[in-house]
């Protein structure tokens, strides 16, 4: 129990450090502002949830990439085939490729030979993106997956940097925009509260060309190569397709004002190449118009008067000042190589965000008052040592997330809070065994020492699960789900270090200090919720507590099947929006109005008070576009039929999203089982694992129950609670193993069924204890977290009750089962060894 010197050193400069570290995070920005520069000034980060702003998801859409090569493909092999002498008679395009066909077939290896120029390098392999084939006069001419991924990645490469600088251009501070997977980027703009002019920012190719109108020959034929193209007021232009000068040799775009009518235009200006085609084409084409074309849609057909030598030139058109703003930015920064989809969307207004921190700040100080009230009720003055330990865990908590640079959301604040009732649990099992070695005749140091040693294997299995859950969580979560798997986490790995190792040392210090020679650690007041020597014949009452839990499952299942889940957005895919009105919301106005869209099945529902509406629709048939259409008409309606009324959070999942996140929430569930059950299997014997994993199963069955019975919304906070509690609930089983298989090696003349009863016993008070903590600690979440954290925070209250009975009335008549299964059947093989 002696604790050297150095390592006394190593702790204090630990919790010097992480205070100082997490110091800045309740300064003042004035006061933190005159600190020393070689002090820490690094603030955690606030989510969006937090603080309000935007959240897209950007997908590169590769059918796009597809069809502008294919049509640069073409143009390229009939431009190459005429340079050579090769006549054709078509050159077709199809949905992966194009058919050249020859005019004469003995010339097929040479028109090979001339369009294998055209194949472009893929990588450092060496390959090339087309690839040739077909038979007699006709070449097919095929993009390869490696080629496909190739251009994705390019893109997607290449659209980050593009969108940064219109992000810039449109000056918002502190942006978030990084690669997610393979072709999807994320883009978090702080305080961004309009989501259409941000998808028209972000979403917009900004391809811009100028184009030849067409024009009949003197025979009166119309040229080859036409498309039809339309401007904002519905006019129709007949253009030719192929483009006489690209946006690429733009190099300034400014918004200025008519003088004749005050109008805002944009004036662009070429570099020399640019300047110098811009000129060659007025100079030939004067009198003839001109169209100027962004993403297939006319900005304006002037027609040429004379030529314009100068390198620069002027579009008008209906431009508001701000659009006029966002266009110029959109030339500026450049085009985009392809078109990319909003799949997912979320934004959040500035006041609730608000709203959001003072509900998690004062939901969690309530939570952390009610734990630390409870442990000086059990432990008395000792208990104040656990609480100093929370503290503390809380405190460098805040330190590891302000040293990773994490984002801290509403369920980060959720998982802190969690973290306080499950890091109390190491001081519960230490100060329940130090009672018992006490208890047995041992002196202060020697039950100090027996009470930490033998606690720390069952502390280590017990975190051990919940970071296995925690670990699936964050792996599998997205956005604020991986925030409350990190604050959580990091709570449980830091709590190791504080309740043990530092709550080690002072009790050692407190002892020698006083010469104590009994260790005595009493409660409060002379009430014990758990008597001492409690023996309760548990598993008399075996066949009643699996009953009545296989009547609850089969109900859960039912209701599983019949009402069902509530799915949120999150895995239905569909929109989303919270709405506040300054008059109480009218339901039956809503309804109607919103019903007269026509977007399908609309659900409404009233929150909190009569001024909060949830309005919910239905995913839209075509795609990710038609939800980001859909959005708009929605908010257009919603003022329509309540001037006041303000959206105060939008969620929009597109089916493609919905479906993979659906796919990974039911993963993570079954991979945490299992994972869990190899651990188990492994730190003690198969019939633990299996009474751990079936007890597992059943609880989370009533809790998928419970979702169904209450209507909560079952979305991703909701697979973080089942998470949780698959983690906690082997926790609490974790415990009561660790004793048993303590026992069987004392007692090995006692019987399995004796020996389970003689377990349950002397952990029910820890057990009790640290389910009351949890429990504790999360209640104010529950009762006043709002919409934001219920489809977690009640769960789990309600699994919380669920995993504490299961691990005494099903685990332990499961072990007892298939304990004296396995005796039954290893008895005869003895006999006959």
Avoid: C
């Avoid at 129990?1 to 997490?22: E, H, N, Q």
């Avoid at 920064?333 to 609730?352: F, H, I, N, Q, S």
């Avoid at 504080?498 to 002892?511: D, E, G, K, Y």
């Amino acid at each position: 129990m002696k604790t050297s010197r150095w390592l006394l050193a190593l702790y204090s400069l630990i919790i010097l450090f992480g205070m100082m570290t997490a110091l800045p995070n309740i300064l003042p920005q004035t006061f933190l502002d005159k600190l020393p520069s070689w002090l820490p000034h690094q603030r955690v980060s606030l989510g969006l949830d937090l603080r309000g702003g935007s959240h897209l998801v950007l997908e590169v859409d590769a059918a796009d990439l597809v069809k502008e090569r294919l049509q640069t493909l073409t143009q390229d092999a009939r431009q190459t085939l005429a340079q050579g002498g090769i006549a054709t008679t078509s050159i077709r395009r199809n949905e992966h490729g194009i058919t050249v066909t020859l005019a004469d077939a003995a010339r097929r290896s040479e028109a090979e030979t001339a369009l294998q120029k055209l194949a472009a390098p893929v990588g450092v392999t060496g390959s090339a993106d087309l690839a040739f084939g077909g038979t007699g006069s006709e070449i097919a001419v095929t993009l390869t997956d490696a080629g496909l991924a190739d251009r994705v990645t390019a893109a997607v490469d290449q659209s980050l940097e593009i969108i940064r600088q219109r992000v810039d251009q449109v000056g918002v501070a502190e942006p978030t925009i990084q690669r997610v997977g393979s072709d999807r980027i994320l883009v978090q703009l702080p305080g961004v509260q309009d989501p259409k002019r941000l998808r028209d920012l972000l979403g917009s190719t900004a391809k811009m060309s100028f184009h030849m109108l067409a024009e009949p020959a003197p025979d009166g034929r119309m040229p080859a190569g036409l498309v039809t193209l339309a401007d904002d007021q519905g006019r129709q232009y007949q253009i030719i397709e192929r483009a006489e000068l690209s946006g690429d040799h733009l190099t300034d775009a400014r918004v200025s004002f008519n003088p004749n009518n005050n109008e805002p235009v944009v004036n662009f200006r070429f570099d020399t190449l640019g300047a110098q085609r811009f000129a060659a084409i007025t100079q030939a084409n004067v009198g003839k118009p001109f169209a100027i074309v962004l993403d297939n849609k006319v900005l304006s057909a002037p027609v040429i008067n004379e030529p314009i030598t100068g390198g620069s030139g002027q579009i008008s058109g209906s431009f508001s000042v701000q659009s006029a703003n966002d266009l110029a930015a959109l030339l500026r920064a450049g085009a985009l190589p392809a078109k990319l989809t909003v799949v997912e969307e979320r934004t959040v207004g500035a006041d609730l965000g608000a709203d959001a921190i003072s509900v998690g700040i004062t939901t969690g100080v309530i939570g952390f008052g009610l734990v630390v009230a409870f442990m000086l009720f059990l432990y008395g003055a000792w208990g104040l040592l656990a609480n100093l330990a929370l503290a503390l865990n809380v405190v460098l908590t805040f330190a590891g997330l302000t040293l990773l640079g994490a984002t801290l959301t509403l369920p980060g604040i959720a998982g802190i809070v969690l973290g306080i009732g499950l890091a109390v649990d190491a001081n519960v099992l230490i100060n329940e065994r130090i009672r018992e070695e006490t208890a047995k005749g041992r002196g202060a140091m020697a039950a100090l020492d027996a009470g930490f040693n033998r606690a720390y294997s069952t502390i280590v299995d017990s975190n051990v699960t919940a970071l296995i859950a925690t670990a699936l969580l964050f792996w599998f979560g997205t956005g604020p789900v991986r925030g409350f798997a990190v604050t959580m986490g990091l709570g449980i790995a830091i709590s190791m270090f504080t309740a043990v190792s530092i709550v080690r040392v002072i009790m050692v210090a407190i002892v020698r200090r006083r010469k104590l020679k009994v260790l005595e650690i009493k409660p409060l007041l002379p009430l014990k919720l758990v008597p001492s020597g409690t023996h309760i014949a548990f598993m008399k009452g075996r066949f009643i507590g699996i009953g009545i839990s296989a009547v609850l499952s089969i109900a859960s299942l039912v209701l599983f099947f019949k009402p069902g889940l509530n799915y949120g957005v999150d895995f239905r895919g569909g929109i989303q929006l919270e709405i506040t009105t300054a008059q109480p919301a009218d339901l039956g106005a809503f309804r109607s109005g919103l019903d007269s869209l026509g977007l399908g099945e609309v659900a409404l529902q009233q929150f909190g008070d009569d001024h909060r509406l949830l309005v919910r629709v239905e995913r839209q048939p075509g795609g990710e576009e038609a939800q980001s259409t859909a959005v708009q008409t929605l908010r257009n309606k919603l003022v329509e039929i309540d001037a006041s009324s303000t959206v105060q959070r939008t969620e929009v999942v597109g089916p493609k999203v919905s479906g993979e996140l659906a796919t990974a929430g039911f993963l993570s569930v079954l991979l945490a089982s299992l994972a869990m059950m190899a651990y188990i299997w492994v730190r003690f014997e198969w019939p633990f694992a299996v009474g751990a994993i079936a007890t597992l199963v059943l609880d989370v069955t009533k809790t998928v129950g419970f979702f169904a019975l209450t209507g909560l919304d079952f979305n991703l906070t909701a697979i973080a609670a089942l998470l949780t509690l698959v983690g906690y609930s082997v926790n609490d089983k974790v415990v009561v193993y660790d004793r048993m298989r303590e026992n069987m090696r004392l007692y090995k003349s006692m019987s399995l069924r004796d020996i389970i009863d003689l377990s349950i016993n002397e952990t029910l008070a820890r057990s009790l204890y640290t389910s009351a903590t949890a429990f504790l600690a999360l209640l104010p979440m529950a009762i006043w977290g709002g919409s934001a954290v219920e489809s977690f925070a009640v769960p789990m209250v309600f699994g919380i009750v669920v995993a504490a009975t299961s691990s005494v009335f099903i685990a332990a008549p499961i072990l007892l089962f298939l304990g004296d299964w396995r005796r039954r059947h290893a008895a005869p093989v003895v006999r006959k060894a």
